[in-house]
């Protein structure tokens, strides 16, 4: 009779233990761990722990809505189980060791407003499925091996304030259809294989506070409408093979000084790279 007590008692203190998490999540949450070594993490997960005690994670309503995982040295491939996580907003997995191509499966995470993937060794194609992230505010793929033409299916992602997508292999041009990004704060493609016109479309974004094209293959000129992006405190668009060569700037009202000479100009800047 102890030990049926016993065991009734052990059943309902497991459970309680992961009553605070939906049991789809938990298993992402675990595919997760087991495609990325996670017994190798810098701040590893106890499996046996309640879940809102591992680390990075973030719960409310019984349901994941953060994970940041940022510098922990997760080594592998995202899995498919990672858009299971259907109330996840901030999936923030920078300075890694994630290789391998971005799962389709991301598209299902509708309540996602930060994505979060720099950094790492990621390459193929961004997947056009991202474009179904609507809620999407921040999306950072730089510094990976992303290959082909920027989706034009990102266009449609209004309510984006940042997008960087610097330091891959992309090429390709830039989508006209930037404009409806009007929320957009922050553009950069810099180091990048992208030609073709830089497109007088930029210059509604009126919100725009950081430009960095540096480092393509960019032709022509700078459009003159970019003298109306009076929140602009951040360009950089030398490196390129634009009819001349513009100086990086940083500070208030840089289309002012868009016509100075590179040689005979400093300034300063912060790169994305954080």
């Known amino acids: 009779m102890k030990s049926l007590k ?88 920078g300075f890694n060791k994630l290789q391998g191509t971005l799962p389709t499966s991301l598209s299902n995470l509708k309540a996602l407003k930060t994505l979060e993937l720099f950094m790492n060794r990621f390459e193929g194609e961004i997947p056009s499925e991202l474009g179904e992230l609507k809620n999407l505010e921040s999306l950072k793929l730089y510094s990976n091996k992303f290959t082909g033409e920027i989706p034009s299916s990102l266009m449609g992602l209004t309510n984006l304030k940042e997008l960087l997508l610097g330091s891959n292999f992309l090429t390709g041009q830039i989508p006209t259809e930037i404009y409806a990004l009007s929320k957009l704060q922050k553009l950069s493609l810099m180091d990048n294989k992208m030609d073709g016109e830089i497109p007088s479309e930029i210059a509604q974004l009126k919100d725009l506070e950081e430009l960095l094209l540096s480092t393509n293959q960019f032709t022509g000129d700078l459009p003159q409408e970019f003298m109306n992006l009076t929140k602009l405190n951040t360009m950089m668009v030398s490196d390129n093979n634009l009819n001349q060569e513009y100086i990086t700037v940083s500070g208030k009202n840089p289309p002012t000084l868009m016509q100075l000479e590179l040689q005979n100009a400093t300034a300063t800047m912060d790169i994305e790279k954080e």
């Open 6 to 93: 016993l065991l009734v008692i052990c059943f309902f203190v497991t459970a309680y233990s992961f009553a605070n998490v939906s049991s789809t999540d938990k298993d992402a949450l675990i595919a997760l761990y087991n495609a990325t070594n996670g017994a190798e993490w810098n701040s590893s997960w106890d499996l046996n722990a309640s879940v809102d005690k591992w680390y990075g994670v973030k719960i409310e309503n019984d349901k994941v809505v953060e994970i940041n995982l940022q510098f922990n040295n997760l080594n592998g491939e995202l899995p498919q189980e990672i858009g299971t996580l259907s109330s996840l907003k901030v999936l923030n997995l």
